[in-house]
């Protein structure tokens, strides 16, 4: 499995991207998508997540200005950042886990930059 991200960029703060991270080969239909974010010096962390069943789940301090969804493809995840904080600052990975087997998936990451 290959996972793909692209729409990352810099951006001022409040204003918004959009990421999508696209997913080529074979993987459980039973699986969570997720995007992590890293910023230099620290560890990598959750950001969002979404079930197969499109349950979500959110890092407490996106809550209410990311979303995350999937397309209507099985195979596209979208990460919807509004009203960005310099803190946002990162390199963002699209995740796949597979819920049965427990594999896990990493894409190559997108750097996200916020700054006037």
């Known amino acids: 499995v290959q996972l793909v991200e692209s729409g990352g960029g810099l951006v001022q703060p409040g204003g918004s991207l959009r990421l999508s991270c696209e997913a080529f080969?074979?993987?459980?239909?039973?699986?969570?998508m997720g995007w992590y974010r890293q910023a230099p010096g620290k560890q990598r962390e959750l950001v969002a997540a979404i079930t197969s069943g499109e349950s979500t789940n959110y890092a407490d301090s996106v809550k209410g200005r990311f979303a995350i969804s999937r397309g209507r493809a099985k195979s596209l995840l979208y990460l919807q950042m509004n009203s960005l904080k310099p803190e946002d600052t990162a390199v963002y990975y699209c995740n796949l886990a597979e819920s049965d087997t427990k594999t896990v998936y990493w894409g190559q990451g997108t750097q996200v930059t916020v700054s006037s």
């Open positions: 080969g074979i993987w459980k239909s039973n699986n969570v």
